[in-house]
């Protein structure tokens, strides 16, 4: 089992940045494929970013492709997402997510993880 834990999110102005930390304990989180996630007020959640193993394969959503980068520290246990050229409508709670299963072609699939973190608030003001 791992346990993650978000950190990063705060308020920004559109067109800032901010970077978000997942720390995982628990078993090393260089087992696990892992992903983040968002959700806005009044709607579903959706993929934002998964990354491989090894961090050499890398996945985004359209909507943030250019602007977000996922990178891990797999000395670390730790995953981050960089936000850059934030939008009001990034506006989120940002969730990371651990998958001990294979198939990363399946990392984008909310369906496909097993393990969640409580969230961190990214909140992008206009």
């Known amino acids: 089992q791992v346990q993650l834990v978000e950190s990063g999110g705060g308020l920004v102005q559109a067109g800032g940045s901010l970077r978000l930390s997942c720390a995982a304990s628990?078993?090393?989180?260089?087992?696990?494929?892992m992903g983040w996630f968002r959700q806005a007020p009044g709607k579903e959640r959706e993929s934002v970013a998964a990354?491989?193993?090894?961090?050499?394969?890398?996945y985004y959503a359209d909507s943030v492709k250019g602007r977000f980068t996922i990178s891990r520290d797999n000395a670390k246990n730790t995953v981050y997402l960089q936000l850059n050229s934030l939008k009001p409508e990034d506006t989120a709670v940002y969730y990371c997510?651990?998958?001990?299963?294979?198939?990363?072609?399946?990392?984008?699939?909310?369906?496909?993880?097993?393990?969640w973190g409580q969230g961190t608030q990214v909140t992008v003001s206009a």
């Open positions: 990354i491989s193993r090894s961090g050499f394969s890398k």
């Open positions: 628990g078993r090393t989180s260089s087992s696990y494929i």
């Open positions: 997510a651990a998958a001990g299963r294979d198939g990363l072609t399946r990392a984008m699939l909310e369906s496909f993880y097993d393990y």
